[in-house]
């Protein structure tokens, strides 16, 4: 009697184990294990520290999140890179195929956010509130529109550009912006933005034109929860 291979364990430098040729499980091969979607999102608007990721995601020990960043690098995904002076380290970024992965991650998080059992009240890093602006923006509301808002989320800084229904973000601060939201953690920002909580009753600082405040926080909107 002959016995068939087992296809089922994984056996390349992808880590394969469903033996299926669908590109969406291919994906799950690539991006499937636990928190390696999550280490992709903390990496959406640059390169970072081993130290940042391991900051922005308290529950990764060290030593998974080493596993999952070489199994990210030899997939392609990521990409190191050496910091330059003065304070040179090792950072780890996504490569432009793994920064194509975005619509992805923003459409499973706009998904899931429609489930009864979605917790908003859960821990938010500064990256996914940022990412979570991109994903729930009405761009058709947000039509004609102009502006640049400066985020301070705890030690973080992003600029977000809006421009007729497309808001670019990138890490770092600007000279020039219309409105600073300013908040110890991104949580108090969700609460502003997605909770219709009144910004001093949480701790944003706002800076800028009020008219213009309302408008742009108008702009969000969680989807509309699923019936069971």
């Not at 390169?47 to 990210?72: W, Y």
């Not at 432009?96 to 009240?121: F, K, M, Q, V």
């Amino acid at each position: 009697m002959k016995l068939q291979k087992d296809t089922t364990s994984a056996e390349s430098p992808h880590g394969r184990w469903y033996a299926d040729a669908c590109g969406t499980a291919f994906g799950l091969e690539l991006l499937g294990e636990r928190w390696s979607m999550l280490i992709v999102r903390e990496l959406m608007f640059g390169p970072r520290r081993f130290s940042d990721i391991r900051t922005s995601l308290p529950g990764l020990s060290a030593k998974v999140l080493t596993e999952r960043l070489a199994g990210l690098e030899a997939n392609g995904v990521i990409v190191r890179s050496t910091a330059p002076d003065p304070a040179p380290a090792q950072l780890y970024g996504l490569t432009d195929w793994g920064y194509a992965a975005e619509p992805i991650i923003s459409e499973l998080g706009r998904w899931a956010a429609a489930s009864p059992l979605h917790d908003p009240t859960l821990p938010l890093s500064p990256v996914s509130f940022m990412l979570s602006l991109r994903t729930m923006l009405k761009t058709d509301a947000a039509q004609g529109m102009k502006v640049v808002v400066q985020f301070t989320i705890g030690k973080a800084r992003f600029t977000a550009r809006l421009e007729d229904g497309a808001m670019p973000v990138t890490r770092g601060e600007t000279n020039a912006s219309d409105l600073h939201f300013t908040a110890p953690a991104a949580p108090p920002l969700a609460a502003v933005f997605y909770g219709n909580m009144a910004p001093e009753t949480v701790g944003v600082e706002i800076t800028g034109v009020a008219g213009l405040c309302h408008r742009f926080v108008d702009l969000f909107e969680l989807p509309t929860q699923c019936t069971t």
